[in-house]
């Protein structure tokens, strides 16, 4: 019912806004009905996960910031979400990898416009990594894996930042959704990869052999299966260039995918170096591309505006040239903490009582100043170039949020990294500016 009514008010809002919006094609009779009567109900997404928001989150900022950018034709898309699926890719750093956050904004947004599927998901945990806990990415074969931020690179890293080569000609990949997750079945699963890959077999969970079609194309090879599935073995026979990065799970059924590709340290020059996001991602037909990074690029020495601008720059162009109808979101890293070390000089007694001088080191914690001017940075590109921002360092509190955040056990330890409560807050409060987002006229 929930489902139903957040699509009656989408609807609503653009009968109002949008003339290319036809009512035949988006409004059944019994929606008009309801519609005409004024009785538009919105429905509180958010009740069925528990998460609540602290004072000193500023809720009145929790909003997109479209800076010009025409945001209808995505609510078009939720609208049409109950006939083909809408698909959002969101790209990041370790704050994306763990997929918490992520995590949490798409369950909400599933809750709301339905499950397509679990979407992306990567061979973290073979590139010897931390891996999202709902899928299973596994061989028993030997595999030699390269991560986004290795020094060098001896095999192509495609989109996904996780690459693994099979040490034989003939090997097998597990892919499936976790146990607790068994609402998330799929039907068909993309295998990205470089170089050719030829499926011999697919085996279910059961051990039972498979009716498949394999339906091969330059950079992924589709699997079609005969009947929902939450785990298939995949036996393949490849050539030496073979590398995979990832594969995406659907249930051919309409909703919302939401793919999470997330790379501990990354960067936006880190993302540029592949060269190929936004061609990788294009079979994800996203309507809609998140960029949350910015925050690796403030531990260091003070950073160059002008030239991180530019790296953003390279990475929405490579997005938009391969994927032109897809939206763009940047948002902003929000305030953290960087570690100090301070060595000091001190006179000790020694065993003879004879008395020396030696170094002790002692660790203490500051705001990083460098997260501001790149928060700025982020803010001004967006504007100077019509790309919508969500500026998620002064939703989570502004400047001295991350005292708020420490105090309510939000940060981890480390004071940059947040605990799975704070990810569990940040991933609500994305997803209730999404929904504004499609509620509110432009």
């Known amino acids: 019912m929930k489902r139903n009514v957040t699509r009656i008010f989408l609807t609503s809002l653009l009968l109002a806004s949008a003339s290319w919006v036809c009512a035949q094609d988006v409004v059944t009779e019994d929606d008009a009905t309801e519609l005409l009567s004024g009785t538009v109900i919105i429905p509180d997404e958010a009740d069925d996960i528990d998460i609540p928001i602290p004072s000193f989150i500023h809720k009145n900022a929790n909003h997109i910031i479209y800076n010009g950018a025409d945001w209808s034709k995505l609510r078009k898309a939720f ?15 370790s704050h994306v990898q763990a997929d918490i956050s992520t995590g949490i904004t798409r369950e909400l947004l599933q809750y709301d416009f339905g499950n397509a599927g679990r979407g992306l998901v990567s061979p973290l945990k073979m590139s010897s990594t931390n891996q999202p806990s709902d899928y299973t990415f596994q061989s028993r074969n030997s595999w030699t894996p390269v991560k986004l931020m290795s020094p060098s690179w001896r095999q192509t890293v495609g989109f996904t930042g996780a690459s693994i080569r099979p040490v034989a000609s ?25 170089g050719k890959f030829t499926v011999k077999s697919v085996t279910g969970e059961d051990g039972a052999k498979l009716d498949f079609r394999a339906i091969p194309s330059r950079d992924y090879t589709q699997i079609m299966l005969p009947s929902q599935q939450t785990k298939v073995t995949v036996d393949f026979a490849s050539s030496g260039d073979l590398t995979v990065f990832g594969a995406a799970l659907s249930g051919d059924r309409p909703g919302l995918f939401y793919h999470a590709i997330g790379n501990n340290g990354a960067a936006y020059e880190t993302y540029n170096r592949i060269g190929n996001v936004g061609a990788g991602i294009r079979p994800l037909e996203p309507n809609l ?9 403030a531990f260091g020495r003070q950073p160059n505006v002008t030239a991180f601008k530019n790296s ?3 990475l929405v162009k490579n997005i938009r040239t391969a994927n032109p109808d897809a939206l763009i979101l940047l948002t902003t890293p929000m305030e953290c903490h960087r570690s100090v070390t301070t060595t000091k000089k001190v006179r000790v007694k020694g065993k003879r009582g004879r008395r020396r001088t030696v170094n002790r080191t002692s660790r203490s914690y500051t705001v990083n100043a460098n997260i501001a001017p790149l928060r700025t940075a982020i803010l001004e590109y967006g504007k100077d170039n019509g790309i919508a921002v969500y500026d998620w ?11 708020s955040w420490i105090s ?6 480390d004071r940059v990294h947040h605990t799975h409560k704070g990810y569990n807050l940040e991933g609500r409060l994305l997803y209730e500016a999404l929904m504004d987002a499609l509620r509110t006229n432009d």
């Open 408 to 413: 309510q056990n939000l940060f981890a330890k």
């Open 289 to 297: 591309v998140i960029i949350s990074l910015g925050t690796n690029e």
């Open 170 to 194: 003939s090997s097998e990949l597990t892919i499936g959704t976790s146990e607790r997750d068994d609402y998330n079945p799929f039907r068909s699963l993309t295998i990205f990869h470089n």
């Open 312 to 314: 953003i720059d390279r």
């Open 393 to 403: 360092y002064e939703v989570a509190g502004g400047r001295g949020a991350s005292s």
């Open 79 to 93: 609208l049409a979400s109950d006939a083909t699926p809408v698909s959002i890719v969101h790209i990041g750093d």
